[in-house]
């Protein structure tokens, strides 16, 4: 963050009469300012014919002021033509500076001085420490990614002791943050309404931690902790537990990411044992292994809070899934569950799904990146013909392939509580594909279906068409990466004049070309409840565009629209800014690296001048100059309605900026 100096200035007050014997006055500032301080003070009382002064640095301990401070000693004797009994000082960033002697005697009225220190703080700091003392401040602030010092850090914990109107603090991605922790965890025993704070990646070790945990036994308003991504370790985890056993506010805990073993989980199950508080915890990348699993699994026998558990890309195999899914046939609780990566095999698949046929809590089930194949499919599907409180699984990038989505087709036809099922990998192709759409014709429950991978083609796309022109239950259909082509976007077009639940359609890397976007685009001249349209990354060009506009002159109900990483250009863009002057439901743009230059940038400028609707408009990595630069400046002008407008990477000039 570049460091702009700001002025504190000082108030002082001289009273002139008698003095008994000589005072201290105490100035605060930065240890580095030593030498610019004293000079300062030397000058200002030259100035005010103080003749006699000496100093040395003293810590003080006891400090409103919102600095690491130490303190400069200053001895005033009184000379013939100036008696000084006493100086007062006020600052703008606390209510007052501390004098550390008194008059013994003052019969005269005051007159004003000033003196003028300047700090190289961050302006930016300064304004929002100076809301927070005056309780202006909004209730979120964000200060992640801005590299902060310690010394900001404590700037802002010392005005949180104050302010009572901030809930939400992000202070993620510090290096330099951990030094500053402990002033924040000072701040947190007096403030009551920080409810979220967010340190992940800050490098936080246990030394820090400890002194926020010493922190949250007081506080009883935060609700959220974010610690992801740092350094805690097992005893940092030990001291967490300790104060959860305590604190009874504390509802969402991230631990990700913070070299946490078998003994950490060891405190943190003990913990949980006794707190009712905590619903979610995330532990996922960490060194979580069998017995870590086991300790875990006892903890959720007995906890009845915990909703959410994210264990994902820890050591857990099939062993520690198998005492995980004996706590689930306990635990009522629990409704979020994630395992994904790498270490689950069948046998642990099948665990769980004897605990699904008896657990009836759990909606949210991730066991993406594993190794599941048919045996696992299979006794999962027979727990999905029972199980009716699972609305969420995830089972992408396992070894699911044809006959495995035939056995999932099969439970679907039964189940009437999944909604969302995401199946992508590259072994379901056009069979398996057959088979999910024979089970879409029956079930009226699924919502969401991704298929994410290339080996459905032009043929699958047709069977699912069929299935859709008869349910009416599914909004999101993924075909992400898949190989439909312009044939397989025609039968989902023709769908789509028929279906009137499909909300949200993906189509992204699809092999889609100009015939196929004629095709839906005939489609959403005609569809009315198709929302969001993505076709990034396919082979859309003027003609492609053309079309498209023509849809959006008549269809009003799409909202986003994505066609980044296209060939649009400025032809294509010149035909959809004619439809954005006459559209008025359009509120999302995307046409990131879509090779629109300064004639597209201009004609979108026209069309922003009428259009009230759009907010978003994504132009990144294009090769709009100057020119467009400049058009785009004039069309915001009179717009009301842009709130986001991507212009990066692209080739305009710093006049333009």
């Known amino acids: 963050m570049e460091r702009e100096p700001i002025t504190v200035a000082v108030n002082t007050t001289v009273y002139k009469g008698q003095s008994k014997s000589p005072f201290e006055l105490v100035f605060r500032y930065k240890p580095n300012y030593k030498q610019q301080v004293n000079n300062l003070i030397i000058e200002w009382m030259n100035k005010n014919r103080i003749v006699e002064y000496s100093s040395e640095i003293v810590s003080i301990t006891d400090s409103n002021f919102p600095l690491h401070i130490h303190a400069n000693e200053v001895t005033v004797m009184p000379s013939e033509n100036n008696s000084n009994s006493t100086i007062t000082v006020n600052s703008m960033l606390v209510d007052t500076f501390q004098t550390v002697a008194e008059p013994s005697t003052v019969t005269h009225k005051p007159t004003s001085k000033t003196l003028a220190i300047r700090f190289n703080l961050s302006s930016e700091i300064t304004n929002i420490v100076e809301q927070l003392l005056c309780n202006i401040t909004p209730s979120k602030i964000t200060l992640s990614t801005k590299a902060l010092a310690a010394q900001d850090i404590e700037l802002i914990s010392n005005a949180l ?15 330099s943050a951990e030094n500053g922790v402990p002033a924040l965890s000072d701040a ?4 009551q309404s920080l409810t979220q704070l967010h340190l992940s990646d800050n490098r936080i070790g246990q030394n820090s931690v400890r002194a926020l945990s010493d922190a949250l036994k007081v506080n009883q308003s935060l609700t959220q902790l974010d610690l992801s991504w740092n350094r805690i370790g097992d005893n940092g985890v030990r001291a967490l537990s300790d104060t959860l056993k305590a604190n009874q506010s504390l509802t969402q805990l991230d631990l990700s990411s913070n070299r946490i073993g078998d003994n950490g989980v060891r405190a943190l199950s003990d913990a949980l044992k006794v707190n009712q508080s905590l619903t979610e915890l995330q532990f996922s990348f960490n060194r979580i292994g069998k017995i870590g699993a086991q300790i875990l699994s006892d903890a959720l026998k007995v906890n009845q809070s915990l909703t959410l558990l994210d264990l994902s890309s820890n050591r857990i195999g099939d062993n520690a899934v198998r005492a995980l899914s004996d706590a ?3 635990n009522q609780s629990l409704t979020r569950l994630s395992l994904t990566y790498k270490e689950i095999g069948d046998n642990g698949a099948e665990t769980l799904s004897d605990a699904l046929k008896v657990n009836q809590s759990l909606t949210h089930l991730a066991l993406t990146f594993n190794r599941i194949g048919d045996n696992a499919v299979r006794a999962l599907s027979d ?20 006959n495995d989505a035939q056995t999932l087709s099969g439970a679907l036809k039964i189940n009437q509580s999944l909604t969302h099922l995401a199946l992508s990998f590259k072994r379901i192709g056009d069979n398996g594909v057959r088979a999910l759409s024979d089970a879409l014709k029956a079930n009226q429950s699924l919502t969401r279906l991704s298929l994410t991978y290339k080996k459905i083609g032009d043929n699958g796309a047709q069977t699912l068409s069929d299935a859709l022109k008869i349910n009416q239950s599914l909004t999101h259909l993924g075909l992400t990466m898949s190989t439909i082509g312009d044939n397989g976007a025609g039968a989902l077009s023709d769908a789509l004049k028929a279906n009137q639940s499909l909300t949200h359609l993906g189509l992204v890397s699809s092999g889609i070309g100009d015939n196929g976007v ?5 489609a959403l001249k005609v569809n009315q409840s198709l929302t969001q349209l993505d076709l990034s990354s396919n082979s859309i060009g003027d003609n492609g565009a053309r079309a498209l506009s023509d849809a959006l002159k008549a269809n009003q109900s799409l909202t986003l629209l994505d066609l980044c990483f296209n060939e649009i250009g400025d032809n294509g ?12 439901s359009l509120t999302h743009l995307g046409l990131i690296s879509s090779r629109i230059g300064d004639n597209g940038a201009e004609a979108l400028s026209d069309a922003l001048k009428v ?11 294009n090769i709009i100059g100057d020119n467009g630069v400049r058009a785009l400046s004039d069309a915001l002008k009179v717009n009301q309605s842009l709130t986001q407008l991507d212009l990066s990477r692209n080739i305009f000039g710093d006049q333009a900026k």
């Open 518 to 522: 004629r095709a839906l685009s005939d």
């Open 611 to 621: 259009n009230q609707r759009l907010a978003q408009l994504q132009l990144s990595s």
């Open 328 to 330: 689930l046939k306990v």
């Open 161 to 175: 002791k104050v302010n009572q109107n901030l809930t939400q603090l992000h202070l993620s991605d510090h290096r």
């Open 383 to 402: 727990a999905l013909k029972v199980n009716q409180s699972l609305t969420q699984l995830n089972l992408s990038f396992n070894e699911i392939g044809d």
């Open 188 to 191: 947190l025993k007096v403030n």
């Open 573 to 584: 863009t010149q035909t959809l800014s004619d439809a954005l002057k006459v559209n008025q």
